[in-house]
């Protein structure tokens, strides 16, 4: 398939001509003729699939043919950096068809709000908003979404997981009825599926098998005990020539800690977290991807949706609470066929969690020795319960002890 298949207008064509798309993905295949149909749709796919373009697409195409005086197209995301990136690709692929938009989230400076205020009062065709920010917009009486005929709920899983499911309501009671409706999500859980059933009519349903970690990322796990992972991480970074590296903690006062302690050994490191504003965020993210800045350590809000080419080194210093945000997180690295290393630290209580990402990746992931002066790691048995674990941390202190920094 190609994409002249879908008869786009030559706008659009020349759009995603101009992004260097040259084949549908396998998501694209898929949804762009159900949705060209006017069909609603729930699509199981995450980020990396296509997934973006293959709603965009049919939905700039739709939008091209009709009058462009209102907002016609609401587009859900549940984090800023999503919203943006999304509307960066709108902006590329409807250079050529004259189709505005504008991203709607919380964080920045009033000069910000007033810009989406404005655009939304001028009728921009798309909006691309975080659920918050639009509860609050929406609020201040100057957006008008009466007019909206495609509603897009992108990441609609995270969204849910973020506690936005009466936001969604309310906004959606602010559309027509009369919609064609697009559900997006990585993982379909059943509270996905009520979801579903509230404000889809009638749906397909496409599916793209979860993608495995691409194979040029090679996967690493060593056994540690908590206090052995600051010395463990310090070590790594010190010693390899990794140029730009994502570490990922589950906790925000983890990622708080972990920054302070590779400061203060000397690794140039910024902490990427929810606390901070949105210029923050920016600053960060900009200057690791001029390479200004080596490290970055962040919590899940890093790990879906970045696209950031040429990292070389992920680190989870924990297990990911959700097997599957395990291949979310590895896979900022080894993007685009290159090849990149992930390492996990696994300490006593997440070797369960640890062996549900090997069941799902159906591959056992290369143990790592500790180096000597950090003394022994915990023995690795995931099925020891966790009411063992009190007993567990106590008994640390028979071991041989890291050496504390
Ligand atoms: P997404 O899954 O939407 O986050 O997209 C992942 C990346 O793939 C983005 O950088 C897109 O610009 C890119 N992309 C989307 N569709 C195509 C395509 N058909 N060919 C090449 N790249 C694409």
Not at 59 to 84: F, G, M, N
Not at 138 to 153: Q, R, T
Request: with cysteine; glycine share 6%.
């Amino acid at each position: 398939m190609t994409f002249e298949d879908f008869n786009f207008d030559e706008q659009l064509f020349e759009g995603l001509q101009s992004m260097g798309y040259r084949k549908p993905t396998a998501i694209q295949e898929q949804a762009i003729p159900l949705i060209l149909e006017h069909k609603d749709l729930i699509a199981c796919a995450q980020t990396g699939t296509g997934k973006t373009a293959s709603y965009l697409l049919p939905v700039l195409q739709h939008i091209s043919q009709s009058e462009k005086k209102y907002t016609k197209a609401l587009i859900l995301a549940p984090t800023r950096e999503l919203a943006q990136q999304i509307d960066q690709q709108v902006e590329g692929l409807a250079y050529f068809a004259g189709i505005s938009s504008i991203a709607v989230y919380g964080g920045g400076d009033g000069i910000v709000y007033e810009q989406q205020r404005r655009a939304m009062i001028d009728g921009v065709d798309i909006i691309i908003a975080t659920p918050g920010r639009l509860i609050a917009q929406l609020a201040s009486g100057v957006i008008k979404l009466d007019h909206v005929e495609y509603l897009v709920l992108d990441e609609a899983d995270r969204m849910l997981d973020m506690g936005f499911y009466d936001d969604l309501l309310r906004i959606i009671s602010n559309i027509p009825e009369k919609r064609q409706t697009l559900l997006f999500s990585a993982t379909m859980p059943p509270k996905i599926r009520v979801l579903a059933n509230t404000i889809l009519k009638n749906p397909e349903q496409v599916n793209i098998a979860l993608s495995q970690p691409a194979v040029g990322i090679h996967q690493q796990v060593y056994m540690t005990y908590d206090p052995q992972k600051i010395p463990l991480i310090t070590g790594l970074l010190k010693d390899a020539t990794y140029t730009s590296v994502l570490i990922f903690a589950s906790r925000k006062e983890t990622v708080k800690d972990l920054t302070k302690a590779l400061r203060r050994v000397g690794v140039k490191a910024e902490a990427f977290h929810s606390d901070l504003e949105q210029d923050q965020r920016e600053t960060i993210l900009r200057a690791f991807k001029s390479r200004t800045l080596p490290v970055i350590i962040g919590t899940d809000v890093l790990s879906r949706g970045i696209d950031i080419e040429g990292i070389s080194l992920v680190i989870n210093f924990d297990v990911p609470p959700d097997p599957e945000d395990y291949i979310h997180r590895i896979g900022r690295t080894a993007r685009a066929e290159t090849t990149g290393t992930a390492i996990t630290f696994v300490n006593e209580r997440d070797q369960r969690k640890f062996s549900s990402i090997e069941n799902l990746i159906g591959k056992a992931i290369e143990r790592m020795v500790l180096p000597e002066e950090l003394g022994e790691g915990p023995t690795y048995n995931p099925a020891a319960k966790s009411k063992n674990h009190s007993k567990h941390k106590k008994s640390w202190g028979h071991k041989k002890k890291p050496e504390k920094k």
